[in-house]
């Protein structure tokens, strides 16, 4: 508490896939709460499914990236500027309409179902590499970063032979502790890097979303900052989500069965535990009645996805990881006109790779105590482990 009486967002986690201290007593004791803002700003933290769901769909709060404020320290963070073009998540109806619409075209259900077998097959490559090499490895560079990378890129069109410069750059930008000069390196680098590979598509289209989306009227612009967001969150989320859940698994042997038996089923739990996206913001564009509270217009509201997907009252005994349970209607990948384009493939993904992991490896385990496995920094916006030893028996 500050002493404007506004709080703080809770960020320090026992353990990584535990919640944030004390966000339960918040939303018990105030669903929506003044909120206090690093750069000094006064908003709002909401922290029920119910409350979350409301403001994610109502256009009167804006995603316009000039307009929002932050709720965690990002050192080296400069004043906030509007989103490039073709930077959708952070722009509003129309232009995040026209951008959406063309990206729907490309990332369909059936293109989506279509990779199954494909990210199987990349799956079946790292687990024979881990095999081979033998425990201890870290999954996370083992396992769980180099799956997605080499699916999104496959997706998009990058050739082979540039997709490991792809993740050392995106690796750059969200690291721990990276000084704010080689985030924005690794930034400029990929920008450069997607930009000359839209022009090879302009040149010789081949069958992936980007060759697809210049036969559209964007802009090179606007097609490198489509092709940059794009590459940064399929690098980066998913892996987090496969090697976060495997920790929890780790953790939580006994539910390993319902892994293999529904998979479906079981992901989706994961994904409402887990919450790596822990909170998403957003900007009254006018004065908004919220909760029993007045927002006024320019105050930043931040959904604590985190809470809302631990909400008692909409999934009992949330804290209990149930693979079992019917999660559906989890917050986990956001909700409304910017829920997550790329939500699909990272469910075809998660399918792939974790039941496979623990197939071949049954006696799996971490290598190191629980408490001594990294978090991820808040400022990264994304949660997750820096690192997860793991090892097995059987190993050379």
């Known amino acids: 508490m500050t002493e404007s009486g506004a709080v703080l967002l809770p960020t320090e986690r026992p353990l990584p896939d535990d919640p944030p201290t004390g966000l339960a007593e918040l939303r018990e ?12 700003h006064r908003g709002w933290v909401v922290t029920t499914h119910a409350l979350a769901r409301e403001v994610l769909a109502d256009r009167r709060f804006s995603v316009r990236a000039e307009l929002l404020h932050i709720p965690v320290e990002q050192p080296g963070r400069g004043p906030a500027q509007p989103a490039p073009p073709g930077i959708f998540v952070s722009q509003d109806p129309p232009e995040h309409t026209r951008y959406r619409r063309l990206l729907t ?16 097959e990349i799956t079946r490559t790292y687990v024979d590499a881990m095999e081979r090499q033998g425990p201890p490895v870290d999954l996370q560079e083992a396992f769980a970063s180099p799956i997605p990378a080499v699916m999104i890129c496959e997706v998009l069109g990058v050739p082979e032979q540039d997709r490991e410069r792809f993740r050392t750059q995106a690796a750059a930008m969200t690291a721990t502790g990276v000084p704010q000069e080689e985030r924005i390196a690794g930034f400029l680098a990929m920008r ?22 210049t036969r ?34 780790l953790r939580h042997p006994g539910q390993i069965a319902a892994l293999r ?17 822990p909170f998403l913001t957003r900007t009254a564009l006018e004065d908004v009645e919220l909760g029993g509270e007045k927002v006024r217009a320019d105050e930043t509201v931040t959904i604590s996805i985190t809470a809302a997907n631990r909400d008692p009252g909409r999934f009992p005994d949330p804290d209990a990881l149930d693979l079992r349970r019917t999660a559906t209607g989890h917050v986990g990948f956001g909700h409304g006109v910017h829920q ?25 385990r971490l290598a190191v105590p629980p408490e001594q496995v990294r978090s991820r920094t808040p400022d990264v916006l994304i949660h997750g482990v820096l690192d997860l030893p793991v090892t097995w028996d059987g190993g050379h």
């Open 261 to 277: 038996s529904a998979p479906d089923q079981a992901i989706e739990e994961l994904l409402r535990y887990l919450s790596i996206i």
């Open 340 to 364: 997550c384009l790329g939500q699909q493939l990272a469910r075809v993904e998660m399918r792939a790779a974790l039941p496979a992991l623990f197939a071949r490896f049954p006696s799996l």
């Open 192 to 213: 450069d890097h997607i930009r000359e590979l839209i022009q090879a598509k302009r040149a010789a289209p081949t069958d992936d979303v980007l060759s697809g989306l």
């Open 29 to 40: 004791r105030r669903p929506i709460a003044p909120l206090a803002y690093p750069d000094g």
């Open 105 to 120: 075209g490309e990332f369909t259900v059936r293109r989506m179902r279509l990779l199954t077998e494909r990210a199987e």
């Open 216 to 249: 559209s009227d964007l802009s090179d612009e606007e097609l490198a900052n489509i092709g940059f967001m794009l590459l940064g969150a399929g690098l980066d989320t998913t892996a987090n989500m496969i090697s976060l859940g495997v920790f929890t698994l």
